[in-house]
């Protein structure tokens, strides 16, 4: 079982960044595969970027590529998820996930999610 409860979110106006994090609890914790989703009103989840338990492989949305990026410490149990140059369209809930193998963007295979934290991003 995992446990995980993000946290950063916030107002900032377009252009600027915001890091989210992602604390989690389990004792198999580096096995996990991880991954940030978001969801806007009115549409659907969508994966942003996936890490794998190693954090030597990568893997992002092209909506974020180059702005956004994913990165983890199994020693604090932690992920976060670094956003730059952000745009309105950003705006969502974004969602920690976890399950346990390798890293992937399809949503459907993550096991453990967090509550969310809200991103706003102002014109």
């Known amino acids: 079982q995992v446990q995980l409860v993000e946290s950063g979110g916030g107002l900032v106006q377009a252009g600027g960044s915001l890091r989210l994090s992602c604390a989690a609890s389990?004792?198999?914790?580096?096995?996990?595969?991880m991954g940030w989703a978001r969801q806007a009103p009115g549409k659907e989840r969508e994966s942003v970027a996936a890490?794998?338990?190693?954090?030597?492989?990568?893997y992002y949305a092209d909506s974020v590529k180059g702005r956004f990026t994913i990165s983890r410490d199994n020693a604090k149990k932690m992920v976060f998820l670094e956003m730059s140059s952000l745009k309105p369209e950003d705006t969502a809930v974004y969602y920690c996930a976890a399950r346990r193998g390798g890293a992937t963007m399809t949503i459907s295979l993550y096991n453990y999610w967090g509550q969310g934290t809200q991103v706003t991003v102002s014109s």
């Open positions: 389990g004792q198999t914790w580096n096995i996990y595969g």
């Open positions: 890490i794998s338990s190693s954090g030597n492989y990568t």
